[in-house]
RNA sequence: GUGCCUGUAGCUCAGUGGUAGAGCUCCGCUCUGUGGCAGCGGUGGCGCGGGUUCAAUUCCCGUCAGGCACCCCA
C-alpha cells in the first residue's frame, strides 16, 4: 500500500505488525512454550488485557516508572474507575489466584501465561510499547527455594530449547521486611555522604528508589558504588539461608549464574531472590549488552498485599520480542513454510469448474494442494509450481477433465502419467 | 521523558534547487495443452505539514515514524 496516498495509515510508534514470515517462528516458540509447561506442569491462564489501575499501583508501587510513567490507561464508560492495559503479568495472575480461590488447590499452584503487554516507553532495539512476554509463577506454602530454582530452570531450558547459547543468569537477594529496611537505611546513610559527588539521577533516586543506586552506570557513581553496602552481606539469617540454597541447587544443576550484588529489580513487590537472564557476548556479534531477555524472583507478600492469605510465590517473565530478535540476529533455525507437495494446473473452463471439488476430495485424503486458480496459461502455472518447488503438478485440462483423468507431472524428471481421477489420491501418496 | 542520527518503489539502494533512476520482487507478452533460461513491456515512490524561492524530493522549521545512547525494563 502506498504510504503517501493517505494519512495516517501506519501502525502508531512502539506497535509493529507481526507479519506471516515472521510468524513461522512464533508459532515455534509457542508449540516450545506449550512442551515445556507440560513438562514441568505449568498450566495456562489468560487473564484480561485490561485490569483496574489500582492492581498496578498496589502491587508494583509507586516510584517505579512501569506504573508512574508508562501506563497506558483506559477511559471506562460510565464508571469512576480507572483502567490501564496491562503493564506486567504477575499482578493479574495473583489476583485471579486469589479471585479463584486457589489457595484451595493443591499447592504448588504452577501457572503460565503469555500474551501481550504494554508499557509507554521509548522504542528502542527489543523495546516497543506493546510487547510479548511468557510468564512462569509458582505458589506455595511455604517459601522453599527449591521453587525459585525451579522457575529458573524451566526458563533457562526454555532459551535452551531455542539454541539460545551463552545465557547467564545474574542472581541476586534483596532481602525480606525483616532484614529490607535496615539494609535500606544503611545505603541510604552511606549515599548521604557522598550526594555531592553523585549524578543528578542517583540524587533521585536516593529521596524515591534507593535500590536502584546500585544499578547506575555512570562513572563516578560507580566508584562510590564500591564502597557502598552490598546487600548479601546484610541480609538476615533467613534470607541468607534462603540465598544460598537456592544457589546450591543452580550448582547442583549446573546452570550458569553470577552472583550480582548490584542487581535489583523495576517492580516494588519483589523479595529475597531477584535474577534476570543475560546473554554473555560474543566475538564478532553485535552486543546484546544490558539487553535482558527475561527476570523475576520472589514475591512472598503479594497475595496477602491484596488480601489473601500469605502465600509464598516465585516467578518470572520473558520478553519474547526480545528471545525472537537475538533467534533473528543470531541466524538459529529458523522455521520456513514447509514445501508444498502438490500443484493443481488447471486448463480451460470446464477443468477450472471442477477444480473446487477436485481439491476438496483431496483434501479429505488429507492431501495438500496449492493452484493458481486465477491464471489461465500453462505456461505461468508451471512456472507457479516449479517456483514453489513442488514435487508434482497435476495438469487437469478439457480432455481430462471430461474422461475424468489427469495427469500426474514429476516436476523434477518430467515423467507423466495419466490417471482416473477416482485413484488420484492413492497415487499421489504413493508418488510423495 | 532527554540527547544525537535517519526517512527516495514491496525490498536493497543511487540521485538532483527545475517534480526522479537501478537491481530484486510483482503483473503481462514473446509462449492461448507443458516449468526452470532469455528478451520485451508494465505497475509502483521523494513520510506528512508549513516556510524560503519564479521553482523544494533537495534548504529551513514543525510533525510523524525508525535507529542509537541515556532513562527504564521484557
Redesign the pocket.
Known sequence: ?????E??V???????DILPEEHLLWEKFFSNFRELCNFYNFRLISTPLVEDVALFQKSSGEG???VD??MYMVKAKGSSKQLALRP?GTASVVRAYIQHGMKQQPHPVKLAYYGPFF???????????Q?Y?IGLETFSAKNNPLYDAQVILAAYRFLESLKITGVVIQINSIGCKACRPKYLKELVAYYKKHKKDICG?CKD?LAK?PL?LL????DKCKEIKVGAPMTFENLCTECKGHFKSVLEYLEELQLPYNLNHTL????DYYSKTVF??TLEPVEGEESF????????GRYDYLVEMFGGKHTPAVGL???I??VLEVIKKRELNIPTRPKDKVFLIH??ELAKRKSLVLIEELRKAKINVREAL???????Q??????LGVKL?L?F????AFEESI?I??????A?ETVPIRSLAKTIKKHI
Not at 119 to 129: E, I, S, V, W
Not at 264 to 267: H, N
Not at 382 to 387: T, V
Open positions: 500500500m502506498a504510504k503517501s496516498s494519512k495516517n501506519q501502525s502508531v510508534k512502539g506497535m509493529r517505579s516508572d512501569v510513567k508508562e506486567e508499557r509507554h516507553d521509548k522504542p528502542q532495539f527489543g523495546r516497543y510499547r510487547f512476554q539521577d533516586r528508589n536502584r544499578d547506575c552506570k555512570k535489583v529489580r523495576g517492580l534476570e537472564f549488552e544490558g539487553l535482558s531477555l527475561g527476570g523475576g517473565a520473558l520478553g520480542d526480545r486448463i480451460g486465477g491464471k489461465e496459461s500453462l505456461g505461468v508451471l512456472k507457479i509450481a516449479d517456483k503438478a495438469i485440462g478439457q480432455k481430462e495427469i507431472r514429476n516436476m523434477a524428471t518430467g507423466q
